[in-house]
């Protein structure tokens, strides 16, 4: 919370209200212009800030979408609508962070990959942690997943998963590329052959 800050009384007595009924189990407040160190290692650079389980929030929010967020609060279908508000509004950094410090996040974030209904700057945002993750274990863990969506009824989907999957480096990855060499898109099979070139899945 902030000193000056017009909107901070509002989203505090929201807060305060949550931890009344027991949506939130905890609540502490802090005054940036009191802690201004742990703001910056907090990484709040604007008020009112509030995180709720995994999500932190920026700006002037309402009781009912805090509680809202406080419902969804380790859920994957929460995490999916927190990576696609943090994705769509360009949050990349802090996206990643999550997907590599939250379990559940890259389970989250490949089903928010699949549903063709997400919008371009989030599948940007998608590309860009995929690309950040590149052969790391939390990639590889998502092998099976990522094969399963080389079926996908939408090429875009098929050929990014292909790509995704040459990100991983791991061989198991190479069984749900080379299926795609016939892939009735040809930039699907383009990816494929480029995908079969990468190190670890030849």
Not at 4 to 25: D, F, H, K, M, N
Request: hydrophobic fraction near 40%; proline fraction near 5%.
């Amino acid at each position: 919370m902030g000193k000056r800050c017009p909107y901070c009384p509002t989203v505090l007595q929201a807060l305060q209200a949550l931890a009344a009924t027991g949506a939130i189990s905890k609540l502490e407040t802090v005054v940036i212009e009191d802690n201004p160190e742990l703001a910056a290692e907090l990484g709040v650079r604007s008020v009112p800030w509030v995180r709720i389980g995994p999500y932190e929030l920026a700006g002037l929010r309402s009781e009912q979408e805090l509680r809202e967020w406080a419902d969804k609060a380790g859920s994957e279908a929460g995490l999916m609508s927190y990576l696609d508000e943090l994705l769509s509004s360009g949050g990349i950094n802090k996206g990643i962070a999550l997907v590599r410090n939250e379990p559940q996040a890259i389970h989250a974030l490949l089903s928010l990959f699949a549903n063709p209904d997400t919008q371009l700057n989030t599948r940007i945002g998608i590309s860009a942690i995929m690309e950040d993750l590149e052969g790391s274990e939390l990639l590889t863990g998502v092998i099976e997943q990522l094969g399963k969506l080389t079926t996908h009824a939408e090429a875009s989907i098929r050929g990014d998963a292909c790509h995704y999957l040459a990100l991983s480096g791991d061989n198991k990855a190479t069984s749900f590329i080379r299926p795609l060499l016939e892939d009735p898109d040809a930039d699907v099979r383009e990816i494929a052959r480029e995908s079969l070139e990468k190190p670890g899945t030849t």
